[in-house]
């Protein structure tokens, strides 16, 4: 009997089973929401801005070096691009006896600065007017003699 009493038992309890679940408020699951819900791993696109390439060198006139603020004796043998209208100071050390600079050819003017005192040097403006390349020259003591003062001025557009 004891066997008999086993094998009701185990009958009834899948029967039991699916009656408790038919009593309850829940849906009955799916096929389909049973997968769990797939997540994303990437992610989301983003708005990426277009490159601009940026001109080299060669293509921009802007990008030359600009001239320095003040050409002194230091400057001797300096190539200096100026553009037209723009100018720049020339200061020699009025201890040395620096001659009068010259220019080599129209489109620069070298105009004189006067101070009421010493300022402890001689000052020209190199004014650039008009396109062309030439050379500022002047002369002063040097150790072993004199020495010359050479700048190349490049006036562009």
């Given amino acids: 009997m004891t066997q008999a009493r086993v094998l009701r038992a185990a009958a009834v309890t899948p029967v039991l089973g699916v009656a408790a679940a038919a009593c309850t408020n829940e849906p009955t699951p799916s096929s389909t929401s049973a997968l769990p819900t797939p997540v994303s791993t990437t992610p989301p696109p983003t708005a990426v801005p277009p490159t601009t390439l940026a001109p080299s060198p060669s293509d921009s006139p802007s990008s030359a070096t600009p001239p320095p603020t003040v050409l002194t004796e230091a400057d001797s043998g300096l190539t200096v691009t100026l553009a ?74």
């Fill in 84 to 157: 037209v209208g723009a100018t720049v100071p020339l200061r020699l050390d009025s201890r040395l006896q620096w001659e009068t600079p010259t220019v080599d050819g129209p489109g620069v003017t070298l105009v004189p600065v006067a101070y009421k005192s010493d300022p402890g040097y001689r000052e020209w403006e190199i004014r650039a007017e008009r396109p062309g390349e030439v050379v500022v020259r002047t002369t002063g003591p040097g150790p072993s003699g004199p020495r010359e003062l050479r700048i190349t001025v490049r006036v562009i557009g």
